[in-house]
């Protein structure tokens, strides 16, 4: 059985976004340790850092909450060295967005609930990509971070694994199992893994760098990223499509 931790990620009214990290446990203890590494070099860097501290992408990048004692330069650091291990290890990536304002003026889909529908086609996209594992591996357990609509994501999940909701997924999911699981992020390494790439590469499509030194950085990451993403889309409903306006926009796959 393969874990999958999942998180979402908006850009104002424009997108949303969730990215889930399927892992096996080859994957799972390199991620953790990998991380606690990461968190424990900064500690050695920058006294008053507590390695405790959760690897929320949004904080590292602008140096907030518990990263705002840490120099750019070591977050940058500690970024980068999360990609890494990301990279060297043995999970996948899927990214999956909707077009919010095609989303909004379309007369059918503009009646579910964009959280949900953005659940239900990352999930349909894992269960696709689970079918090519080893056999034994076919099976995954979703996990996420607390969110306030975990209620209706169990039942949205109900629903799109027995295939009752039409227009949500192509057909049921059959290589999901049980229910969803929610948990608190900043106790789990993994949950901040899922976060840390579906930040960046939200912000990869919908954020022009104005820095250069930024660019550059984030490039590097999206990279690490992008070598273990296996799907990567954004949803525009079939009769709101238009002509792509820059990164994200219209219907992109391109994994």
Known sequence: MRLIFIDESARD??????????VDAAALRTIED???AAATDVARSVPGFDPETEFHAVEMFHGKSGWGCVPPQVRVRACMSTATVLARSTASFVF?????????AHPVTDARPVH?????????????????????????????????AADGARRSLRDVKTGVSSGW?????TRIADTLYFGPSRESRLLQAADFATYFLNRDRTVP?????AARATARIVRAVRSIT????????????RPARGRGAGWVREV
């Open 13 to 22: 009214d424009r997108y949303y976004f969730f990215g889930a990290l399927i």
């Open 116 to 148: 949900l529908l953005t659940l239900a086609h990352v999930l349909e996209a894992v269960d696709e990509h689970l079918e090519g594992a080893d056999p034994s591996e076919q099976l995954g357990l979703v996990l996420a971070d607390d969110h306030h």
């Open 209 to 213: 760098e104005r820095d250069h030194r």
């Open 34 to 36: 990998g991380l606690d």
């Open 230 to 241: 296996v799907e990567e889309a954004v949803w525009c409903p079939p009769d709101a499509r």
């Open 169 to 173: 997924t192509a057909g049921p999911l």
């Open 96 to 104: 999956r967005g909707i077009d919010l304002r095609a989303h909004r």
